[in-house]
């Protein structure tokens, strides 16, 4: 059967980019509900795998900020995806930074984002996760934490404890974003010392957690791109030591040195997509000849396509996520990449 997917996507790209981000995710929903999700992808090539724990129909699974409040987590297991991390999710409701917030870099097949952690709150998320759960899902279900813009750094812990007291119970694993370019100081908890100063009581409160609900969540970290060898030694040697689950390499970058003169180059915000290939690859080869298997690695970042991914396999990675080549390629891309491995 012919791929739908480029005329929709002509479609949904003469409108704004949040506007058609929103209604894309809103049809999936309606897809699903109508049990149509599965034929827009055809039938996932299974390629089961435990890591943290977790048993994974296959690796490819979405990264968060695609559905940041959970609407569709159903129809994007339909299409094929072995996991499915929402969020980012924050405390407290907020609108994010104001519009326009996302643009596209066509010829680049990238995307720059400033949405700045919109999300309608850990409360809300709860209640449709609940809701969610009342049916097995078929897939593992990650939940990705931020701090609300409002909260400093220096309480920034207060924010993820809230998040996990929400969320731990729903959740498959829990992902700790400190990584985002678009909360103001957000990247600087990625520091050592701030760093620890974070991940101790996430990992207290785990303990306690997983005692309180009779299950163990995987606490996962999620860091960026831009990171020097000095600084990914120091988080590794971190992670190690706090014996934190997983770690996933990585968010967007602030750089724009492979977009160079498009329109867009200069928004504010995180370049994602296949401009991202080569520095997410680079970094996770650093973090895993550092952590050496002693963890689970989740490869993010401008994987787009099968030769990506087997690289992504060949440098350390476990588990593999897709957000911006979704975008461009849809439910074909996870097809393609599924029979590949």
Do not use: W
């Not at 977790?54 to 339909?78: H, T």
């Not at 990705?144 to 959740?171: I, Q, V």
């Not at 992670?239 to 928004?267: F, K, P, Y």
């Amino acid at each position: 059967m012919r791929d739908p997917y480029p005329l929709l996507r002509s479609l949904l790209f003469q409108l704004p980019p949040e506007m058609a981000h929103g209604l894309g995710l809103h049809s999936l929903r309606l897809s699903e509900a109508c049990g149509l999700a599965g034929l827009l992808a055809g039938p996932p090539a299974p390629r089961p795998l435990t890591r943290m724990g977790l048993y994974f129909p296959n690796p490819l699974g979405v990264a968060a900020g695609l559905d940041k409040d959970g609407i569709a987590v159903r129809a994007l297991f339909a299409l094929g995806f072995g996991s499915v991390e929402v969020g980012t999710v924050t405390p407290r409701p907020q609108p994010g930074n104001p519009a326009p917030r996302l643009f596209r870099l066509k010829p680049h097949q990238a995307l720059i984002n400033r949405m700045g952690f919109n999300n309608a709150g850990a409360d809300a998320l709860a209640r449709r996760l609940e809701a969610l759960r009342r049916q097995p899902l078929p897939g593992v279900l990650g939940v990705n934490l931020g701090r609300n813009k409002s909260t400093s750094n220096e309480d920034a812990a207060s924010d993820y404890l809230a998040g996990m007291d929400f969320l731990y119970p729903l959740a498959d694993y829990l992902a700790v974003n400190i990584s985002s370019p678009n909360t103001p100081g957000l990247r600087e908890l990625q520091a050592a010392s701030a760093l620890r100063a974070l991940l101790e009581p996430l990992k207290e409160a785990q303990s306690r957690l997983a005692t309180r609900h009779a299950r163990y969540v995987p606490l996962v970290l999620k860091v960026a791109p831009d990171l020097e060898a000095a600084e990914i030694q120091e988080i590794s040697e971190l992670l190690l030591q706090l014996e934190l689950d997983g770690l996933i390499a990585t968010n967007t970058t602030r750089s724009r040195t492979e977009v160079a003169g498009h329109a867009h180059a200069a928004e504010e915000g995180g370049l994602s997509g296949r401009p991202l290939e080569a520095r997410s690859l680079d970094v996770l080869r650093q973090f895993s000849r550092q952590l050496e298997g002693r963890i689970c690695l989740i490869a993010a970042g401008g994987l787009h396509d099968a030769a990506g991914v087997r690289a992504r396999l060949d440098a350390g990675a476990d588990l593999l996520q897709v957000y911006t080549a979704f975008i461009y390629q849809g439910p074909a891309l996870v097809r393609r990449i599924l029979a590949d491995l």
